[in-house]
């Protein structure tokens, strides 16, 4: 830990893939690699440097188009980054996605040994990821970085997912997506709920004070400060099964559409339910000013408009009264589709993959991320649920159910199956700028 307290964000060494929110729409794609060669993985450091976007460059000439870089702890370790050096880093993202199965309920179908290739082994030393407004764009952001990995054979690329945003910005079970995003001071870039206080730097930047007033940075400074954890998971969404569960659970069209609101906490607009409780709303669903602007505590303490339970109330229950303080469980999170959509109204399985390629930010990779996904996703305590589980991404069985609160009588759904499979993901590193450069000026 380091006594370096900077007020201001150095954004022009932040990664811009850490804080910028994504263009509408947009295409991406993520491209793994493996050093098999200390001294070309360096290089591939130096020149990243020269690739990667700043946090600064919002008005560059290349406009809603970046890269982004980050390092599995097995990269820094082909990168030799010393044994005192890696012991400073989280122990989370020392032991790696895969030997936190459990703890992340990804079990069972979604346990490591089922993960594609190689997505949770030793072979992911780098991810680089690219992101622009359409595939024309993204191509050529790929052209601009390839000769930073071209002729380089100790560098080698062992994996690559293409993903996609809708200029409907909704997911493959047909929500809305990515609406929700916290304020971080001094990043210059508003949050999504004017309602919510802006948070502390160092929840989301390494280096900086956090809601605690600690500061976080693995060592030496150089490496650590202005850079952040980042987890992707390639998670395969199960479309057919949840429109099926979600006809056979209700009444006709109109019950099903509420069904699926009180299953989400929004509309499939975007609308919330905290605002239109008894019907969509797609002008507030498309509405950024609006469609986040809501809390809780005040007005919908017992869970009567937006269940207890239900998803958006889990993953931030905002100023809900919950066991813990939900600011210092606050993400970062980003989510693309990948893989055809399913024809609306099709009921069956086509055999498509297809899903979401998930992507948490923050400072803390145990209280953030494997905190929210252990105990707000796959248990319910903290709400006095017991072991319930999230009615969308829990790992059910098949044995679960979700209750929606309502007068006279709890309506309350039985039999929810895991509609959401991870295929795999990894921890990983995102160095700052000078980070990069110093990784690629490291020495035996």
């Known amino acids: 830990m380091t006594e370096q307290t900077h007020a201001a964000l150095e954004l022009d060494d932040i990664q811009r893939g850490v804080l910028s929110p994504r263009p509408t729409p947009y295409a991406a794609t993520y491209i793994l690699f493996r050093i ?51 012991d400073t880093f989280a122990w989370e993202f020392r032991q790696g996605m895969a030997a936190r199965a459990k703890a992340l309920g990804d079990t069972g179908e979604s346990s490591p040994e089922h993960w594609e290739s190689p ?114 998971r390639k998670l395969h969404q199960r479309v057919a099964m949840f429109r099926r569960y979600l006809k056979d659970n209700s009444t006709g069209p109109e019950d099903e559409e509420l069904l699926a609101a009180k299953i989400m906490g929004r509309w499939r607009s975007g609308a919330p339910l905290a605002l ?15 469609n986040n602007r809501f809390l809780y505590e005040q007005g919908d303490p017992a869970g009567f408009t937006t269940p207890l339970g239900c998803h958006i109330r889990r993953a931030n229950p905002r100023d809900a009264s919950v066991a813990g303080e939900p600011r210092l469980h606050r993400m970062i999170r980003r989510g693309t589709a990948y893989g055809p959509p399913l024809p609306e109204g099709v009921l069956e399985d086509d055999g498509a993959d297809r899903g979401l390629m998930f992507t948490f930010i923050g400072a803390h990779l145990g209280r953030q991320f494997e905190f929210v996904q252990s ?19 829990g790992s059910g ?10 007068r006279p009588v709890r309506r309350r ?13 990894e921890y990983c590193f995102m160095p700052g700028l000078s980070a990069l450069r110093w990784l690629g000026d490291l020495k035996d």
């Open 119 to 232: 997505l949770g082994t030793p072979d992911v030393h780098v991810v680089l990821v690219a992101l622009a407004p359409d595939g024309a764009q993204l191509e050529a952001a790929i052209d601009r970085s390839r000769p930073a990995f071209e002729n380089l054979p100790g560098v080698v690329p062992v994996w690559r997912h293409d993903c996609y945003a809708l200029p409907t910005e909704t997911e493959p079970f047909g929500y809305r997506d990515g609406i929700s995003h916290p304020a971080v001071e001094g990043s210059g870039i508003a949050g999504s709920n004017p309602l919510e206080v802006p948070l502390k730097a160092g929840e989301f930047v390494l280096g900086y004070r956090d809601e605690l007033g600690g500061v976080q940075t693995p060592q030496p400074e150089v490496l650590g400060r202005n850079g952040t954890y980042v987890a992707f």
């Open 375 to 393: 105990q707000w996703m796959n248990d319910g305590v903290f709400f006095g649920a017991g072991d319930a589980k999230d009615p969308v991404v």
């Open 413 to 425: 759904l039985q039999s929810l199956p895991r509609f959401v499979v991870t295929r795999g993901g």
């Open 276 to 290: 239109r409780p008894q019907h969509d709303d797609p002008d507030l669903g498309a509405d950024p000013g609006r």
């Open 36 to 86: 098999d060669d200390r001294a070309h993985g360096r290089q591939l450091m130096r020149r990243l440097s020269e690739v990667v976007t700043s946090a600064t460059d919002s008005m560059s000439p290349l406009g809603e188009t970046w890269v982004s870089v980050a390092v599995t702890c097995h990269g820094l370790k082909a990168l030799g980054v010393p044994k005192e050096s890696l």
């Open 397 to 406: 069985d098949g044995t679960g159910d979700f209750t929606i609160q309502r």
